[in-house]
């Protein structure tokens, strides 16, 4: 299957890629090649699930990079000499995660069972029907475009923005301990030490003090319970950045305050960001109608600078900036070392952000 992967990817890319390399402007050689992988988990939902599920997850880059360089396409020559280290989220890191993110949504909307209307065609027999021309062609450039230009703020009021002065604002806010965090703690805890598929309601009631039987009491099983207390900590968290976007009027001010708010709250609760990256992971399974109040309550924030869009897309864009902001957290914690590396992503990581959905790629030269 990896070989089948591997060789059917290439084959696809192969003539964007040598477009690319042709190229003599390197941002455009980059949207050629972006262009043509994006093409091909967009036409090949199977393909796009397999590479996240098994690709990415049990190879490294540097073998993934090896996989297609014996198939004659070498990323580092068109990467040149961007450091991931360097700078982190590069801007690299930045369209990817928003690549996945839109295609995800792309084929969550496309291949919905049993249902047929003429913004979602029916999938053939297998679920191997690709998308038509005109449905590939809307979401490359919605996807070119979130990337090039972002939320397509104001670039001279973003660059004269007081970060340090938000940011002092944001930080330092108190967060009374419940019974329920408690057991988010004991939650998180059993997670570490044992990942996500093996932690047990045993686990669970170890850590927290309590019996086996008085979680039942409260909890039909694992993800019913982190599903509850999750959500408890979700909605404090989003009312916590509507408070700090309601201090001003300002677009770009209230959207970094939504950001940084966020970051505060999930490096400071670190066993939130666990279940954040669960959910956004799909390896817990929400009931549909949490996830609908997940989304109702993002949608709620009501930022200007989301409010300038499509209404019908308020929501989409919602969820992207909260992928983005997991996903810059996650991003250095492995093993689930949550609490020690999340803490660590310093303030400057999230104005790359902010920069970035602001105003895209070009934002990131400011």
Not at 4 to 14: L, P, Q, R, T, V
Not at 58 to 73: A, G, P, T
Not at 162 to 173: V, W, Y
Not at 337 to 353: C, G, T, V
Request: proline share 4%.
């Amino acid at each position: 299957m990896f070989t089948a992967y591997f060789d059917e990817c290439a084959s696809f890319i192969k003539e964007g890629y040598d477009r690319a390399v042709s190229t003599k402007d390197r941002r455009e050689s980059g949207f050629v090649l972006m262009r043509a992988i994006a093409e091909y988990y967009v036409r090949h939902r199977e393909a796009f699930v397999f590479s996240l599920i098994q690709v990415f997850n049990s190879r490294d880059r540097e073998s993934v990079n090896n996989e297609f360089l014996v198939r004659k396409i070498d990323f580092k020559r068109l990467a040149g000499s961007e450091n991931d280290d360097e700078v982190y989220p590069s801007k690299m890191y930045l369209t990817i995660t928003t690549l996945i993110f839109c295609i995800a949504q792309f084929h969550r909307r496309e291949k919905k069972p049993g249902k047929t209307t003429p913004a979602e065609p029916a999938a053939e027999p297998g679920g191997r029907g690709s998308p038509p021309d005109e449905h590939v062609k809307s979401i490359l450039a919605r996807i070119e475009n979130l990337i090039t230009k972002g939320l397509d703020l104001n670039p001279k009021k973003v660059a004269s923005m007081d970060f340090r002065t938000l940011e002092q604002q944001s930080a330092g806010k108190v967060y009374e301990d419940t019974e329920n965090n408690t057991l988010l703690k004991a939650v998180a805890g059993a997670v570490a030490e044992a990942g996500p598929w093996n932690a047990s309601m045993e686990m669970v009631a170890r850590r927290s003090g309590l019996s086996k039987s008085g979680l039942y009491a409260h909890f039909k099983n694992k993800q019913d319970m982190l599903g509850q207390l999750f959500m408890t900590e979700f909605t404090r968290m989003v009312n916590n950045a509507k408070a700090q976007i309601e201090t001003t009027e300002a677009a770009e001010e209230q959207l970094y305050l939504a950001i940084i708010s966020i970051a505060d709250y999930l490096r400071s609760r670190p066993e939130t960001l666990v279940a954040l990256e669960w959910i956004k992971t799909i390896r817990l399974d929400l009931e549909e109608e949490a996830l609908k109040q997940i989304y109702k309550i993002i949608g709620d924030i009501k930022l200007k600078a989301i409010r300038q869009h499509d209404p019908h897309l308020l929501a989409w864009v919602a969820q992207w900036i909260l992928f983005m902001i997991v996903s810059t957290l996650a991003r250095q914690c492995p093993n689930n070392a949550w609490a020690k590396n999340a803490a660590d992503i310093p303030n400057e990581s999230f104005r790359i952000l902010f920069r970035f959905i602001a105003l895209g790629l070009e934002g990131l030269n400011l």
